[in-house]
């Protein structure tokens, strides 16, 4: 990361700049805090900043009575907690003090991205999701094409899609787990004294984000919290269900005035930092020489051009949160050597690099003996976990010289993650507000008034995409694993 000291019109606050991302969409603030350190993204510089590590609880009110104003925006400082959301809220809420929540029926609303229940849903879920904008992002010129290219696309990889499903046991476990974190949330938020309802909206299956709404509305939730199940950002994944979420509301009457705060990203937050470390900790004691083996993160890429020409900050969070993970074990006294590497790609176009595949080879090829794997995108166990990186990069990996091997469990219901969560939920409660009816359609929707020429376009498209396809490359590309 970079880091270097900067100035700031503050006193007795030294601000260190930590990056220089600009990241280009509404999100693009964040706090952090812990002990007595903050650090927030400024809109005005598009940068985040961190205050320095011996930073009193005065300048830290300093920082806290800063006027809108001023050039650094929503920060939210807190002695003892940390306090990270998208939308920031003020620090340390007092649900029991809030005599306004009383009055309120609170919701919660997870947002993840579904999986085929059984093998007969994997080509009509894999159709929904080449089908979504936000996955296959084509120019608006061309935004006809992109049903036409879902289903060619769907059918050409549902074989292998398949088979990977069918080695897991014939379908996604994450609804299975999904509820369950659901009913985990629940209870830890009522411990905590904030009774609510939580709800699943899931991006490419059922419980479809619809269902969510709908239901949501039936039980005349008055507050709304929306929380995803992705602790990094990337406009394919949270900003894809938020996207598809806004829609829902900006249509319907009630729905678009109920108050609502989105938590965007929390890869951050010390309670799943220290989580993760926790899992960590554990899993290198498996190994026989737990300092002598590697940390290799794997993350789900994205491609490239989702980072350079659309603003995607997915690839700066993943880079912080795998620093922060990296401090929190150091500062237990675990100094092992670590990588992160992307994986997952799909289709011709380049992705996030290092491939996790290819920095495998690598390090076996280098004589790394033992390598502990954490996939770091993702809190359920999932298809690329239980098959990616369980089967074929396990394979690779001992093929290519690694002789011990070990991965650690996706969080799941961790308490301590859970109860992190809750936090989350509990700190973004006061900023909730009638969701923006600014436009953020896709594309098909432009075709809703003329039935004959949508169906016209999806002929020419289809026709188009068909030809493109016929490419070997192409082919190749969707049909094969990655690996
Ligand atoms: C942070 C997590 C994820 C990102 C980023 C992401 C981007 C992304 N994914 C695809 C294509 C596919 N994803 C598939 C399944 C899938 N992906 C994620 C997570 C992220 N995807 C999850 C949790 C799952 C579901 C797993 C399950 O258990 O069902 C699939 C289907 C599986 C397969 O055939 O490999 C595809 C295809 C793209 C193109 C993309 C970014 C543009
Ligand atoms: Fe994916």
Redesign the pocket.
Known sequence: MNTAATSHALPGVKLLKLTTSKLNHNSSFVCFHRKHQASFYSPQYETNYITSGNSSNSTLNNLHNLKPTDPIKNISISGKTFCSVGVCTHPSVNIESDSHLEDEKVGVLLL?????DTLLD?QP??YN??ADP????LPRLFCFLQRPLAQIISVL?AR??KE??AS?GGG???RKITDEQANALKLELEAKKLPANVYIAMRY?HPFTEEAAHQIKRDEITKLVVLPL?P?F?I??TGSSIRALQNIFREDKVLSKLPVAIIQSWYERYGYIKSMADLIEEELQNFNKPQEVMIFFS?????VT?VVNAGDP?KDQMEECIYLIMQELKARGIENKHRLAYQ?R??PVEWLKPYTDEVLIELGQKGVKSLLAVPV??V?????T?E?IDMEYKELALKSGVENWGRVPALGCTSSFIADLADAVIEALPSATAMSASSVGSGSEEFKGDPIGYLLKIFVGSFLAFVLLLSPRMLSAFRK?VV
């Open positions: 993840n991205l579904g999986g085929p994997v879920f894999l999701l080449f936000d996955i296959i992002r990889r292998k899609s990977a499903y897991i996604s476990p994450l299956w992705y990094q990337s394919s994944t993350a789900h890429g994205v491609p989702y997915y997952s799909v289709g995108s993702f359920s166990e999932h298809i690329e239980l990616e694993p």
